[in-house]
């Protein structure tokens, strides 16, 4: 995982809310059917399944 401004070729856009998710091929096709859910403390943000 990592941040970008924009999306790569061929990936993804995902827009919920404020959040916009960029997915390559791989990504989506492991996340399909999945929620992914993000928590951030002062340590920094997790992301959870």
């Not at 919920?16 to 993000?38: F, H, M, N, S, W």
Request: no cysteine; charged share 25%; net charge negative.
């Amino acid at each position: 995982m990592s941040v970008q401004d924009e999306p790569a070729p061929g990936d993804v856009v995902v827009r919920i809310d404020q959040a916009v998710l960029y997915l390559d091929a791989t990504a989506r096709d492991r996340l399909a059917g999945q929620t992914l859910d993000a928590r951030s403390n002062e340590l920094g943000a997790a992301f959870f399944l």
